[in-house]
């Protein structure tokens, strides 16, 4: 008789531990919880909402027995054989239907986020069919933080598999469709997971239909981030990976699969995709060590998995000029790298920093994954804890989820939208315990009253959800970030804006970047100086490099003895910008009072207008005074526009006509 493994209930304490607890709040290391009181009162609540309607429902059921159908779920999983390969593949046509409705009427069709701004333009110039764009010759007025630009060419720092899938929908102009394919690829592939692992038909439906419709997966598979595409190819070789592991005899077809799946999610995100293929590398390899039957698929694996990566190193050495240096790398520096090391923004990233950005995660996933009334993996952890011996594939499906985890513990950035977005890749993981909660409880105590309880609970929770906290996160992800959703070739076309030159009016924070970045300076070296002197002191400093023409390594040595009082510094008290830094007891000159006046009149955002402009002819460069004179004469014939706020509405822009002469007289004047 084998021993109880001791892998589940050690999985069930780390999540209980680490996403329960908020250690966050309690080392005060750097991070903190977000409203962490708000989110254990609603928890409280909730719970005893949702147990007293269960409590109820299961004293019901003794006087009227109708009221508890046995089998019921059974047969209804039967009758709906979501599981076989058709029904499945319909299953996955209704999410992505499901998923474009959020992508149409929750985000408006827009890329939002930065990350997906950028990933959909380095689409478009795959669409064009080059790797890379022409440098813009001028980053101050066009340049983009997550963007390289050497100076002879453009392109994003992401890998480059991402920016590919979405170029499939750049050639249509349907980019916005490409998450909610992609989500339901990754359904589909579940689903066939599922099957391979011959999971009981309810816990796997249950599984099935978790994975495709809860909350997390609605709003990641409605937008453009590049975690949908990567989940998908997981999910591609997690199918593998359930043939390979209860296969009578060794598969070389399913080893293939595993290794595709795994290798195209490592072009999209190289971390999630080395996570997940690790663990069954190694069971390979160790398949292989004691039974020489297991060489083929062990062979096949790897060279599957190393293909597409192959297209992603070529795509590097002819971007950044090395197969294994990536754009984020070129453009930050070893500081972007894992590890405990400075970052490229913000304080040093220690273990206790890594330490409390997963304990971010898991607390953030008790709520996001299924916004029930209770915390979320709870389910998953019971039956985690309840489970006496994992399988083979529970095993591999855990390592690699814990690998992901160890890999965000050394990596300094916290990733949010929609959700804890870096541990997206948990779904499988979390679904398919979920859905085993039930059956674990009711092996173990039977079913009686306290497990028609918790079905009564399960039920109401499900009402709760749909009638209550969904329809509060789909309002508040559609009222998110009205100025980057913003329709400016739309706008444009009403304001009769062609063949134009639009200078964009941005804050002065983001002026003093992007002259930073014009004199030379690394992104990360301007991240350094920008959070770490006052503002009108950083303005006076480049305005006299410029004067003297000092760049590069020059610049940032004549800048950096101005971060000596970096510890007295405040937000900006003057500006909405509160990015911008102020030393107490400095006076601002007229150039920095007219500075900040223009802040509080309004300014809006370049980045989402990268994607604007090229039916119309328009050229969208940032507002930056008398330097924009520049442009005027190397652009002429353009009609000239500022893009700024409208008073009225300051998240909306507005298109204002600029008469070129009076351009002209402002800047004289060093307006």
């Not at 985000?107 to 380095?122: A, G, K, T």
């Not at 069919?129 to 980053?139: D, E, K, M, V």
């Not at 790298?337 to 040093?348: E, I, N, S, T, V």
Request: charged residues 15%; aromatic residues 12%.
């Amino acid at each position: 008789m084998s021993r109880p493994g001791r892998a589940g209930p050690a999985a069930a304490l780390v999540i209980l531990i680490l996403g329960l607890v908020p250690w966050a709040d309690l080392l005060a290391g750097g991070w903190h919880l977000q409203r962490a009181g708000e989110t254990y009162d609603g928890w409280w609540s909730g719970t005893l909402v949702a147990a007293g309607v269960g409590v109820v429902y299961a004293l019901t059921t003794r006087p009227w027995p109708t009221l508890w159908r046995e089998g019921a779920w059974a047969r209804l999983v039967r009758r709906l054989d979501l599981l076989a390969p058709a029904r499945a593949a319909l299953l996955a046509l209704v999410a992505f239907g499901v998923y474009a409705l959020v992508a149409a009427v929750v985000f408006e069709r827009h890329p939002i986020l930065i990350d997906e701004i950028v990933q959909i333009w380095q689409a478009r110039v795959y669409a064009s069919g080059h790797l890379s764009a022409a440098a813009t010759g001028a980053p101050e007025f066009f340049g983009t933080v997550l963007i390289v630009d050497d100076g002879i060419k453009s392109y994003s720092q992401f890998p480059a598999g991402g920016p590919a899938m979405f170029a499939l929908g750049a050639l249509v102009r349907l980019e916005w469709l490409v998450g909610p394919l992609f989500g339901a690829v990754a359904v589909w592939a579940f689903a066939g997971m599922l099957r391979a692992l011959r999971e009981p038909e309810g816990i796997a439906t249950a599984a099935l239909l978790l994975a495709a419709f809860s909350p997390f997966v609605l709003f990641m598979s409605g937008s453009h981030m590049n975690h949908t595409l990567t989940l998908a190819w997981l999910c591609v070789g997690l199918w593998g990976v359930a043939l390979l592991a209860t296969a009578e005899a060794p598969r070389a077809g399913a080893a293939i699969l595993a290794g595709i799946g795994f290798g195209l999610a490592a072009t999209i995100r190289p971390v999630d995709g080395f996570a997940f293929a690790l663990p069954v590398g190694l069971w390979l390899l160790y398949r292989t060590a004691r039974e020489r039957r297991w060489a083929l698929p062990m062979l096949s694996y790897g060279c599957a998995a190393a293909l597409p990566v192959a297209a992603l190193l070529w795509v590097n050495a002819r971007t950044t000029g090395h197969p294994f240096l990536f754009g984020y790398r070129l453009l930050w520096g070893a500081a972007h790298d894992l590890g405990f090391h400075q970052a490229p923004w913000g304080p040093a990233h220690t273990p206790r920093l890594g330490l409390e950005l997963v304990n971010i995660y898991l607390f953030q996933l008790h709520t996001y994954f299924l916004e029930s009334p209770f915390p979320a993996l709870l389910p998953a952890a019971i039956a985690l804890a309840l489970t006496p011996r994992l399988a083979p594939f529970d095993r591999l499906l855990l390592a690699g989820s814990t690998l992901l985890l160890g890999f965000y513990f050394a990596y300094w950035h916290a990733g949010f939208f929609p959700g804890p977005r870096f541990v997206y890749p948990l779904v499988p993981f979390l679904a398919l315990w979920t859905a085993r909660a039930y059956g674990a409880i009711r092996r173990t105590f039977g079913e009686g009253l306290p497990y028609r309880s918790l079905v009564g609970a399960g039920v109401a929770s499900l009402g709760i959800v749909a009638l209550v906290s969904l329809p509060l996160r789909w309002r508040e992800y559609a009222r998110f970030a009205p100025t980057l959703r913003w329709p400016a070739d739309v706008e444009a076309d009403r304001a009769g804006v062609r063949h134009a030159l639009v200078l964009v009016r941005e804050s002065w924070g983001a002026q003093l970047v992007v002259r930073l970045w014009a004199l030379g300076l690394t992104r990360a070296d301007t991240e350094f100086l920008y959070h770490r002197v006052d503002a009108c002191r950083l303005d006076a400093a480049v305005d006299e490099l410029e004067r003297d023409t000092v760049r590069g390594a020059g610049a940032f040595a004549r800048l950096r003895p101005l971060t000596a009082d970096s510890a007295r510094l405040l937000p900006s008290p003057f500006s909405p910008d509160r990015s911008e830094r102020f030393l107490p007891g400095g006076a601002y000159a007229a150039t920095c009072q007219r500075r900040i006046r223009e802040d509080q009149a309004g300014f809006t955002v370049q980045t989402p207008l990268i994607l604007a402009g090229r039916d119309q002819d328009i050229l969208y460069a940032r507002d930056l005074h008398a330097r924009d004179s520049l442009l005027v004469l190397a652009h002429p014939g353009r009609s000239l526009w500022l893009l700024s706020p409208d008073a009225e509405t300051p998240s909306v822009p507005r298109f204002r006509s600029v008469p070129v002469d009076s351009a002209w007289s402002a800047w004289r004047r060093g307006e």
